[in-house]
């Protein structure tokens, strides 16, 4: 019953991020910043997509890296793919640090 799971909210991201995305049979690693559980993963695991997620009160995931925590305040020891922050840009504070951040967490590939 999220309203961010309504598809008046996914499709034109998923339109999007179809657009970009290449569809290599190489597993992709991503990070979504700002979500809580699985069920919003589902969109990117059947792309074969490696995936993690942060966020504060994040619950436990046998199939997506979830990570209770702040994202300025976690730091990673891989590189990603994609980052997404689809339902978390008003709690964003300092945007020219969070965009650094991710630019430094970004695979150059």
Request: glycine residues 8%; contains cysteine; aromatic residues 18%.
């Given at each position: 019953n999220l309203e961010s799971m309504n598809d008046k909210?996914?499709?034109?991201?998923?339109?999007?991020?179809?657009?970009?995305?290449?569809?290599?049979?190489?597993?992709?690693?991503?990070?979504?910043?700002?979500?809580s559980d699985e069920e919003q993963f589902s969109f990117f695991l059947e792309k074969n997509i490696s995936c993690a997620g942060i966020s504060p009160g994040a619950t436990n995931s046998d199939k997506v890296t979830m990570i209770d925590g702040f994202y300025e305040e976690k730091r990673f020891d891989c590189k990603f793919d994609y980052i997404v922050s689809r339902f978390n840009l008003e709690h964003i504070i300092d945007p020219d640090r969070f965009l650094s951040k991710i630019r430094t967490e970004m695979s150059q590939d």
């Open positions: 909210y996914r499709t034109p991201f998923h339109n999007t991020f179809n657009y970009v995305f290449n569809g290599t049979e190489t597993i992709k690693k991503l990070l979504e910043i700002g979500c």
